[in-house]
């Protein structure tokens, strides 16, 4: 994996497959903000009519989870600020937990057709990689 930032509260890197993945050590506001500046640097870097592959680790932030709905709420203000940003597919490593099928099913539901996220538990990384790399819905 190349390494492209690190010791912060969102660890980011690429991996050999370009994915860009995202690992927050901490839950803190300052860690959500650091991702959103990395997030917003990638949109400006990438053109338009490509897809962009995510996985973002919550399961290493230690005993207090990553606010997602902080997350949902800063995303909605970057699509406005970049409508015509690359697709996007992401993966959400997560804990095991019943609270995250639902926030699933949830986002499929409400997501924008441009941008497809996924749930899964962080034992089961490797269907995630084959799914974000995939094309499917």
Same mark, same amino acid.
């Given at each position: 994996m190349s390494e492209i930032a690190a010791n912060t509260g969102c660890e980011y890197t690429v991996t050999q497959q370009g994915i860009h993945q995202f690992v927050f050590?901490?839950?803190s506001k300052e860690a959500i903000d650091d991702f959103f500046?990395? +997030?917003?640097?990638?949109?400006?870097i990438?053109?338009?009519?490509?897809t962009n592959r995510y996985i973002v680790d919550i399961?290493?932030?230690?005993e207090k989870d990553v606010s997602l709905v902080a997350n949902v709420q800063r995303f909605r203000r970057l699509e406005t600020l970049y409508p015509k940003r690359p697709r996007g597919r992401t993966v959400i490593l997560h804990r095991p937990g +019943?609270?995250?099928t639902f926030i699933d099913s949830f986002i499929r539901a409400l997501a924008p057709s441009?941008?497809?996220t996924r749930f899964f538990p962080v034992d089961k990384?490797?269907?995630a990689i084959v799914w974000? +790399?995939?094309e499917s819905r």
């Open positions: 050590r901490e839950p500046r990395k +997030l917003e640097h990638i949109f400006t990438t053109p338009s009519e490509g399961t290493q932030a230690g +019943l609270a995250y441009r941008d497809i990384r490797d269907e974000v +790399l995939s």
